[in-house]
């Protein structure tokens, strides 16, 4: 059976937020009717009270499963006694406790990993634990269902000339997914439209794990090839395969720019 997952990311509601590609965005969502939108982090612009209260109202609006992770930017920055001592009190505030959900259905099955540390800057983390728990978690899913992954930050530098952001920790990630099967990782952070194979970087992994990262979904805050646009991923799941569609906003509607498919093999 199709499953239909919306990939967005990056939302910033705050500063430089756009209210109209938000408005388009909810339309776009509502008439493709996914099973399930994900969001990787960076909801808010400065982790505060009223960008929280926004996003909250946006997606209980759209009346469809959500599954969000934090992004570096929903940490406060500036108020260090938050971000020492409570910094995710506003996230489990308006977006619950489990800074880690997860979705699952008959064909489908979902992880959420929080890679926003406070005492990381615009870097990630992910613990020895928290990998454990994650892999703990896939081993239980069925063989059947596609397993995706999100997260905010990336796995590797893609773009030698970029400042270096990969997650810290990314090699434990990495070498579990030698262990369970995980078919696709969802991730933002870089603003721009972007999809890697991380077996290229790491030979030893037993099947291709493909990242894919999605535009700013409604800020101005895009950036080189997207500078000035909003995006959203689209990841269509069959038994046989999965295609990735990657849509911006021209005007006041989307339209599919990229479009990649994968056949699934015996091994993936």
Not at 127 to 145: C, D, G, K, N
Request: net charge positive; aromatic share 8%; with cysteine.
């Amino acid at each position: 059976m199709t499953r239909r997952l919306a990939h967005l990311s990056d939302p910033h509601w705050g500063r430089r937020w756009l209210p109209g590609a938000a408005d388009a965005l909810r339309a776009f969502l509502l008439d493709r009717r996914p099973d399930l939108v994900a969001v990787s982090g960076d909801l808010t612009q400065r982790a505060k009270v009223r960008e929280f209260a926004a996003a909250r109202r946006y997606f209980d609006a759209l009346g469809l499963p959500c599954l969000a992770v934090p992004g570096n930017h929903d940490v406060p920055l500036y108020r260090l006694h938050e971000r020492l001592l409570a910094p995710h009190a506003n996230w489990r505030r308006h977006f619950g406790t489990d800074l880690e959900p997860a979705y699952a259905d008959p064909e489908l099955a979902v992880f959420g990993l929080c890679t926003a540390h406070p005492f990381t800057l615009t870097e990630g983390r992910v613990t020895a634990e928290q990998v454990a728990r994650l892999e703990h978690a896939i081993l239980r899913t069925s063989p059947s269902q596609f397993t995706v992954l999100v997260l905010h930050h990336p796995l590797l530098q893609a773009d030698p000339t970029d400042r270096d952001r990969t997650l810290r920790g990314a090699e434990r990630l990495v070498r579990m997914f030698g262990r369970v099967k995980v078919d696709l990782v969802l991730s933002g952070h870089f603003h721009h439209r972007m999809m890697v194979n991380l077996q290229e970087a790491w030979p030893r992994l037993p099947r291709p794990v493909h990242q894919v990262f999605a535009p700013t979904a409604c800020t101005e805050r895009g950036r080189k090839k997207d500078r000035g646009r909003t995006g959203v991923v689209m990841v269509e799941t069959e038994p046989t395969g999965f295609t990735v569609e990657f849509h911006y906003l021209e005007g006041r509607e989307y339209r599919r720019e990229a479009s990649h498919s994968f056949v699934r093999g015996p091994h993936g």
